[in-house]
C-alpha cells in the first residue's frame, strides 16, 4: 500500500507541478521559446487546447489551466480517498484539492527559490533554465529587494522570501490543522 501511495502521489504531484509552471508562466509573461518553457508548454497542451475551448481566460489567468490543476489534485485525492489513504469526507474532497493546489504552489515556489540560489552560486546567469527561474522569482523578489537591500554585495531578499513562505506555511497549519501537513 505504500509503494502505490508513493507511486501515485508522485506521478500526480509531478503534473501538478507542470501545470501550476504554466499557469506562473503565464502569469510572470515568461519567453515561451526557452526550451524549458516549450517543455512545460507540451506536457499540459494535450490537455489544455480542449479545455480552453470551454473554459476562456479572465483577466490574463488561464482558467483552463487552473481549473486542470484543481482536477488533478483531486482525482489524486479521490484515488487516497478510495483507498482509505484520506482523512477527509468525499463532500470536501475539492476543497482539499484546491488546498492541495495552495500547498503544492508554496512548495513549488520554495524548491525554485532553492534552486535560483543555488545557481547564482555557480552560474555565470548564461543557462537559458536560470533565465526563467530569474523570469519567474523576480516579480516577488523585486519588492523585497526594495524594502531590503543588497547588503555587501549579498542578495537577502531570497532568505526574506524564504521566511515568509514558512510563515504562511505554518499559518495554514494552524488553520487547517492536521490535514494541511498530510497533503
Known amino acids: 500500500m505504500n509503494t502505490a501511495y508513493y507511486l501515485i502521489n508522485t506521478l500526480f504531484d509531478l503534473y501538478l507541478m507542470v501545470v501550476l509552471l504554466r499557469i506562473w508562466l503565464q502569469l ?3 519567453d515561451f521559446y526557452n526550451p524549458f518553457s516549450q517543455f512545460v508548454v507540451k506536457a499540459t497542451n494535450p490537455v489544455l487546447t480542449p479545455l480552453r475551448r470551454f473554459i476562456p481566460g479572465f483577466f490574463g489567468i488561464d482558467m483552463a489551466a487552473v481549473l486542470l490543476a484543481l482536477l488533478v489534485a483531486t482525482a489524486k485525492l479521490m484515488i487516497f480517498k478510495a483507498m482509505n489513504l484520506l482523512y477527509a469526507d ?3 474532497v475539492v476543497l482539499v484539492g484546491l ?5 503544492k504552489a508554496g512548495v513549488m515556489l ?3 527559490l532553492i534552486i535560483r540560489a543555488l545557481l547564482s552560486w555557480v552560474s555565470q546567469g548564461r543557462s537559458q ?3 526563467v527561474l530569474h523570469q519567474l ?3 516577488l523578489l523585486a519588492p ?3 524594502l531590503i537591500p543588497p547588503m555587501g554585495g549579498l542578495d537577502l531578499s531570497i532568505l526574506v522570501a524564504f521566511i515568509a ?3 504562511l506555511n505554518w499559518l495554514m497549519g494552524d488553520l487547517f490543522g492536521p490535514l494541511w501537513w498530510q497533503l
Do not use: G
Not at 488546498?99 to 500547498?103: D, F, G, R, S, W
Open 28 to 30: 510572470a509573461r515568461a
Open 90 to 92: 468525499w463532500s470536501t
Open 99 to 103: 488546498i492541495t493546489v495552495l500547498k
Open 110 to 112: 520554495f524548491w525554485i
Open 129 to 131: 533554465v536560470e533565465y
Open 137 to 139: 522569482t523576480e516579480p
Open 144 to 146: 523585497l529587494r526594495r
Open 165 to 167: 513562505l514558512q510563515a
